[in-house]
């Protein structure tokens, strides 16, 4: 059994920050990619940020220069800093980890719960 537990979203004024995390946890036998996606109220979800198991990262264009997205392999987490928030940024935020099971050759996808992050004065 897996498990994805999501933290750190919450209310922030424009310009601030907000520092998300997502901690795998089970039966785990490798982790590949760790990615945040959003999805606001009336949006289908979208992709914000991607981190492979080499570390490389890639962004959505909004989030360019202000997200970062970060893996921390010994404790099965990723975290995404959130930086110049913008109202826009407004949304329900997924984590989604792509790993093996120890029960399984094959690998799959788990998301996480979700967590609210609002940008508002």
């Known amino acids: 059994q897996v498990q994805l537990v999501e933290s750190g979203g919450g209310l922030v004024q424009p310009g601030g920050s907000l520092r998300l995390s997502c901690a795998a946890s089970?039966?785990?036998?490798?982790?590949?990619?760790m990615n945040w996606y959003r999805q606001a109220p009336g949006n289908q979800r979208e992709l914000v940020a991607v981190?492979?198991?080499?570390?490389?990262?890639n962004y959505a264009d909004a989030v360019k220069g202000r997200f970062t997205i970060s893996r921390d392999n010994a404790k099965n987490t990723v975290y995404l800093q959130m930086n110049g928030l913008k109202p826009e940024d407004t949304a329900v935020y997924y984590c989604?980890?792509?790993?093996?099971?120890?029960?399984?050759?094959?690998?799959?996808?788990?998301w996480g719960q979700g967590t609210q992050v609002t940008v508002s004065s």
């Open positions: 989604r980890i792509t790993l093996r099971p120890t029960t399984s050759w094959h690998v799959y996808a788990y």
């Open positions: 089970g039966s785990i036998f490798s982790i590949n990619d």
């Open positions: 981190i492979t198991s080499s570390s490389s990262t």
